[in-house]
């Protein structure tokens, strides 16, 4: 898990402002996720890639949109459409998606308040 | 889709003695469950796994079981100490390969 990096780390924005998240691995891992994590709750899919190039949706995708245009990169933009933004947002990556590759590793996090 | 329960929500234990941690899952499909560790403020740690096409898995003082036919893994720490204080999830893959996570039990350990 080392391998992985987001920034930043702690992420204030206004009302009505888009903000994009980070995340990096070097790996060489094919897919990537993001989660969400609120006090006391387990971990949300907001989005997965499983291959560059490729994303669906996850559990919790409104308000929110990725892109995946490089192997090692997997940005995450909360938009002004996301009404409660304020949460905890894991990275992780996998060499796969199936059979002995799906173990996933995750990224230190990013903290994002809203003011 | 798949749906995992974790109990129980919050567990004390004296230092030295053992704690429990059950999951069920719903997808039959399931094959693949890890269990990860938090401490506040940190990113989640895979501390153990198991694939369905094993019953049980130690790793010193932690070990997984896993009953496919009942749909539920479990989590045992022996011999508690005070840094296995946190919040452990468990998991289950999909047909896709994606996770569903429990909502996670906060460990106590009291010296």
């Known amino acids: 898990d080392g391998g992985i990096t987001q920034s930043p780390k702690y992420l204030f924005r206004k009302e009505g402002q888009n903000v994009t998240l980070s995340c990096e691995q070097n790996?060489?891992?094919?897919?990537m996720y993001w989660y969400r994590q609120d006090p006391g709750q387990g971990l949300r899919l907001i989005y997965y890639?499983?291959?560059?190039?490729?994303?669906q949706k996850g559990d919790i995708a409104e308000g929110y949109s990725v892109s995946r245009e490089k192997k090692e990169s997997f940005p995450l933009t909360v938009t002004s459409a996301q009404k409660n933004p304020t949460a905890f947002y894991l990275c992780?990556?996998?060499?796969?998606?199936?059979?002995?590759?799906?173990?996933?590793?995750f990224g230190p996090g990013t903290r994002l308040t809203v003011l | 889709g798949e749906n995992v329960e974790q109990h129980p929500s919050t567990l004390s234990v004296q230092e030295g003695d053992s704690a429990v941690i059950k999951c069920t899952y719903s997808?039959?499909?399931?094959?693949?469950f890890p269990w990860y560790k938090q401490e506040l403020g940190k990113r989640p740690q895979l501390i153990i796994d198991?694939?369905?096409?094993?019953g049980e898995k130690k790793d010193q003082r932690i070990a997984v079981t896993l009953n496919k036919t009942a749909k539920h893994f479990s989590l045992h720490i022996t011999e508690t100490q005070p840094e296995d204080s946190a919040v452990y999830f468990c998991?289950?893959?999909?047909?896709?390969?994606?996770?569903?996570f429990g909502a996670g039990t906060q460990v106590v350990v009291t010296p």
């Open positions: 992780a990556s996998s060499l796969g998606t199936s059979g002995a590759y799906n173990e996933q590793f």
């Open positions: 790996l060489n891992h094919d897919a």
């Open positions: 890639s499983q291959i560059v190039n490729d994303f």
């Open positions: 997808d039959s499909a399931s094959n693949y």
């Open positions: 198991i694939r369905s096409n094993v």
């Open positions: 998991a289950a893959d999909d047909s896709w390969g994606k996770f569903q």
